[in-house]
């Protein structure tokens, strides 16, 4: 059942004037993609969690300088599969990442909810950034390929910034960018520890974007969505102290 939003505020309040937002498994089903590709490569689907955590170590070291995007994606590739226990050479290696890079590029999807909770916050004027840790030329190319480029105001990449979240200088960044203060802007993402704490930390409304229905309390100062469907009403009706 499709969620109704909430209408346009005639007099929207000044108190939230930003919403930033996480890009994969937030907007982009980043983790279905990366799933269905994992699984066709390996023959099952039980490999999500050591990619994950691959990646996330991987990535690291793109953003600290170490080293460039390319390099990283190889040597992500030969870990991942020297922790199933394969060694591959380099050919190897970028046979199958060729065929993970070409297979993903097909697969990539928005999620349901993304589209009208970006066209509500275009309505109300409220200003969006879009807050990611990746690298720059891949987040773009990704971003225009699913056709949501025209719904922000500003992109923060850790890749070109140079940090990543949860890093105050992050978020600090996007709201410099987007002229607002930290306390008039919603962070929104799927990650509780990188996103909505990390905003929280920073001096922003923290939200957390619970998906899956991951069980225990949000900690004091973040709420909790399980659905962007949700988000308007949460602005509306409690961010920014309306009536509801």
Known sequence: MTSVLPAVPAQKTAEIRAVCLDIDDTLIDYGGSVRSVLSAMIGRDDAWPAWQRTTDEHVARVISGECDYDTMRRERTRAFFADLGECLDDAEVDRREQYRLDAMEQSWRVFEDTLPCLDWLRATGIKVAAVTNASGPHQRAKIAAVGLSEFFDEVVIAGELGVAK?????????????????????????????????????????????RTGESGPAPSGVSTISSLAELPELIVCELSGGVC
């Not at 960044?173 to 993402?189: I, K």
């Open 166 to 210: 949860p890093d105050p200088a992050i978020f600090r960044t996007a709201c410099l960018d987007l002229g607002v203060d930290l306390a008039e802007t919603v962070h929104v993402g799927d990650r509780l520890d990188l996103d909505a704490i990390g905003a929280r930390d920073a001096g922003m409304h923290g939200v957390w974007l619970n």
